[in-house]
């Protein structure tokens, strides 16, 4: 198992560098739809790839995630994803492969509400959409969370986007959904799942 060294607090793994407190045992590798994808907890290096992935995302699936015209992140927007701390907030990407020349795909993070409450946001390429990635990165999340006592995720959706209130009807059954407007708030409870082969 790596352990950052006692002098610099940092090492490498798979060419990252990796920082004290980097959850390893969130990094693991799933077997998907034939793909070989890797998931991880963000690194202090991603800001530029994440600024890029949401840059390429479609104005809809942006709209979807940000609940806001968003062509491009603002530099705190960029932050917040990517400045975590593993407990009260994480934020889980999901690639194509390991290390540096990996493709990012998807990008997952929950933020702590309340003691048991946080709120998960996602977001999948739109080519690498209903593969899914969705569902995988989810559970990982909701995984992570629960690690960290969190017992319900709560999302709010706009009521027009089916694919989250379907991800999170197939996550648990444990699924509450209000409506209000043009937006679901959903809340589920953390399902517990069987952990991915770790990389
Ligand atoms: C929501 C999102 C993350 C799902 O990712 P994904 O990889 O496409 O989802 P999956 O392939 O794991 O599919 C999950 C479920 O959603 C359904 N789904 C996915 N896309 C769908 C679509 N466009 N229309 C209807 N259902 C859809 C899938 O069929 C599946 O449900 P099922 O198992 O009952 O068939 C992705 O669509 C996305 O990034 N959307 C834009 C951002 C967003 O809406 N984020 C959620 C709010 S924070």
New binding site residues.
Partial sequence: MFEPTAQTGHDLVAGERLFRGHPLHRRVEVELDGLRLHVRPVLPGDTGRIARFVQG?SP????????APTPRLTARALATLVDVDHHDRETLLALTADGPSSRLI?V?QYVRLTEARAE???????A???????????AQLAQAAAEEGIAELT????AE???????A??LTAAVEAVHAGTTVDLTIRCPTMATPRQV
């Fill in positions: 995302l809809t699936t942006a709209y979807r995630r940000f609940l998807g997952g998960i946001a996602l977001v999948v390429g739109d690498w959409q209903r593969r899914g990635v969705g569902r995988m990165l989810a999302a709010t959706v706009l986007n089916p694919a989250p209130q379907r991800l009807v197939g």
